[in-house]
């Protein structure tokens, strides 16, 4: 499978693990905005789980703090004609390339229905067998966001179980909602995975808050991209970017980050650099802490607090004749 985009700069972060009954591995976190064709394998290549930024494919809308609301039509028509079905063709080669490598892939991705008009923010799942284990839909977006991405629904907080810990996580700001890390937390999450686009160093502060509430290890993923990594061929290209100073020609500033379950900074953060995080991820050492704290069992107070997850999914349209969401059909087959 060949991941290409306007590229940006290319940083990763790595790690191991060992823990009982738990098969040790590498993981890794590609902390880019944009990987060329011949950077795909090398990540993937002798890792046990890779996880790439929010918004990784096709891209991330640059343009929501640059320009007013209404101007921003023809990217957002590119953007909506780029967007991700799921499941679709690029699901299908993302496992393919997951199955290729043997890992475990989370990647952020612009979401669209098959034939709809609106574009979630949205990570994906996939096993090392290439099966799509889950999405998950950000539940809202950030400020100017809500003019590009709609909003997901409570029926995909999940934790996916694997065979090298439970994987679950959120996407940027929606990290800095309490009960949405409880949803999480009650779950049993092991690491915890966190891209963003929010790239600065209030991020880290972020990620080491929610290792020692959650007692889980952090792998929080931002990319690092140059205004002259965006290909001269997207419309209007000089408007995405004032060059406000502090960044200059930095549109981000990266900020990957390994943590773990103490709080304590692993690897990173890196900043506008190119280079690999390393870690060893000890999930022992994390269930060990838990007789500590542990924020969903004896740490925790039912009789006084308590929280109500609506995990229902919530179809746009739903038939009363066949008792079941309702999607547009596919588009029929073309005649050779």
């Known amino acids: 499978m060949e991941v290409a985009h306007g590229g940006t700069v290319r940083r990763e972060a790595r790690a191991s693990t060992r823990g ?87 990647m952020g991705v612009d979401e669209r229905e098959e034939h709809g008009g609106t574009v979630y923010n949205t990570l994906l799942y996939f096993g090392p067998d290439g099966r799509l284990l889950g999405k998950h839909r950000k539940l809202m977006p950030t400020h100017a966001e809500r003019l590009v991405w709609g909003m997901g629904d409570g029926s995909d907080l999940e934790v996916h179980q694997t065979a090298v810990g439970r994987i679950g996580g959120l996407i940027c700001w929606e990290n800095y909602m309490p009960l949405a890390r409880f949803a999480v937390y009650a779950q049993g999450v092991d690491i915890w995975v966190a891209p963003t686009l929010a790239t600065h160093e209030f991020w880290v502060a972020s990620m080491r808050h929610i290792a020692r ?9 931002a990319p690092a991209a140059r205004f002259s990594d965006v290909p001269d061929s997207v419309p209007e290209r000089d408007r995405l970017w004032r060059g406000v100073e502090p960044h200059g020609e930095w549109m981000l ?27 060893t991820l000890d999930l022992d050492a994390a269930r060990a802490r838990k007789r500590l704290f542990d924020p969903v069992g004896h740490y925790n107070r039912p009789d006084v607090f308590r929280l109500i997850v609506d995990d229902r999914p919530k179809p746009h349209l739903v038939s009363l004749a066949r008792s079941e969401p309702v999607t547009a059909a596919p588009d029929p087959p073309s005649e050779a």
């Open 253 to 279: 500033d990266g900020y990957s980050v390994i943590v773990d379950p103490s709080g304590t900074v692993l690897a990173g953060p890196l900043v506008r650099e190119e280079g690999i995080l390393y870690a």
């Open 20 to 106: 009982e009954g738990l098969r040790p591995g590498r993981f890794a976190a590609a902390s880019r905005g944009g990987l060329p064709r011949h950077d795909t394998r090398a990540v993937l290549a002798g890792e046990r789980l890779v996880v790439f930024p929010e918004a990784f494919l096709p891209a991330w809308p640059a343009w929501v703090d640059e320009v007013l609301p209404g101007e921003d039509a023809a990217w957002h028509v590119r953007l909506l004609e780029q967007s991700v079905v799921v499941p679709g063709p690029v699901t299908e080669q993302l496992g393919a390339a997951a199955r290729q490598a043997g890992v475990y892939l989370v």
């Open 213 to 221: 509430e959650g007692v889980c290890h952090v792998i929080g993923v």
